[in-house]
């Protein structure tokens, strides 16, 4: 399963970037995306990127504020998150492949990145 990192505490308004890979080159061959579980609820959908990285998705609370984006080599994906808010504080899950904005289609995750913001 693929590593996520880079979460932390950030101010609101502020900017973030989190990354998800491995150095295991099967991820070429799949779509990626981010879900995130905000304390006390639901995990829920919030970017995904095709395997080349030409289409992308974003739920609306990202859209405008959230860049989803893969590396050179295409076995890490990276989210760049601006405009920070205090309701985007959650834990940060990469999945892999992603397949679509369902939670039931999915039944492992990894341990997550914390990301914290201030008001």
């Known amino acids: 399963h693929p590593v996520e990192s880079g979460g932390g505490l950030v101010q609101a308004g502020g900017s973030l970037s989190i990354s998800c890979g491995s150095s295991?080159?099967?991820?070429?061959?799949?779509?990626m995306g981010w879900f995130r579980q905000p304390p006390g609820k639901e995990r829920e959908f919030v970017a995904a990127i095709d395997q080349i990285g030409n289409r992308k998705w974003y739920a609306d609370s990202a859209k405008g504020r959230f860049t989803i984006s893969r590396g050179n080599n295409k076995n890490t994906v990276h989210l760049q998150m601006n405009s920070l808010r205090p309701d985007d504080t959650a834990i940060y899950y990469c999945?892999?492949?992603?397949?679509?904005?369902?939670?039931?289609?999915?039944?492992?995750w990894g341990q997550g990145t914390q990301v914290t913001v201030s008001s």
């Open positions: 999945v892999l492949p992603y397949k679509s904005q369902a939670l039931s289609e999915y039944d492992r």
């Open positions: 295991e080159h099967i991820f070429v061959d799949y779509s």
